[in-house]
């Protein structure tokens, strides 16, 4: 199976990040936790807000990248949930 993103990265599933889509796609879940995804919860990149904000943080201190996450399955490609890549000067205080 192949899957390239077309964001601001391009990256390639990896089998480990196909798995955890498919998982997350058929019970509607977060890509980063696995819980369950509420109604009206607030979701960025097919993660829970609080969750994607975790990777986030991860990947602006240089611990993983965002093509490792995309490659696995941890965010979803930014046209995927129609969200537009968030701005720092958007980004809530506490984590930036
Ligand atoms: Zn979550």
Redesign the pocket.
């Known amino acids: 199976m192949q899957i390239y993103y077309k964001g601001n990265v391009m990256a390639k599933l990896s089998s480990k990040g196909v798995k955890r889509l498919k998982h997350c796609t058929k019970n509607g879940s977060?890509t980063?936790?696995l819980?369950p995804i509420e109604d009206g919860e607030r979701v960025l990149r097919g993660?829970?807000y609080k969750?994607y904000f975790r990777i986030y943080r991860k990947i602006r201190s240089g611990l993983i990248s965002e093509k490792n996450a995309i490659q696995d399955g941890i965010f979803r490609e930014h046209e995927i949930t129609g969200r537009k890549p968030i701005e720092v000067a958007e980004l809530p205080e506490s984590i930036k």
């Open positions: 977060c980063v936790c819980e993660a829970h969750c």
